[in-house]
């Protein structure tokens, strides 16, 4: 089992950033491929950016790349989503993934709005 808490969620204004922390628990850290997704109100789930087990490659949705950095420090079992130049479409909850013999794991999420 697997355990994803999230945290650095809030309310920041348009063009402003956050960074958003995931720590795992449970099971060995560095063989998860691990990523962020989100949910809008009246939208479905999509990927916002993935990272492989060492870190070496990440992928990001068209959306933010540019804006968003993805990492982990496997060292201290958390990946973290840097966010920068907010846009009020950004605003959604965010969830923490990890992938683990094609098994997902999620966390419970964290909400993220950006006023104008």
């Known amino acids: 089992q697997v355990q994803l808490v999230e945290s650095g969620g809030g309310l920041v204004q348009a063009g402003g950033s956050l960074r958003l922390s995931c720590a795992a628990s449970?099971?060995?850290?560095?063989?998860?491929?691990m990523g962020w997704f989100r949910q809008a109100p009246g939208k479905e789930r999509e990927f916002v950016a993935g990272?492989?087990?060492?870190?070496?490659?990440?992928g990001y949705a068209d959306s933010v790349k540019g804006r968003f950095t993805i990492s982990r420090e496997n060292a201290k079992d958390t990946v973290y989503l840097q966010m920068n130049s907010l846009k009020l479409e950004d605003t959604a909850v965010y969830y923490c993934?990890?992938?683990?013999?094609?098994?997902?794991?999620w966390g419970q999420g964290t909400q993220v709005t950006v006023s104008s």
């Open positions: 993934n990890a992938l683990y013999a094609s098994t997902n794991y």
């Open positions: 449970g099971r060995t850290f560095s063989n998860f491929a």
């Open positions: 990272i492989r087990r060492f870190g070496g490659n990440t």
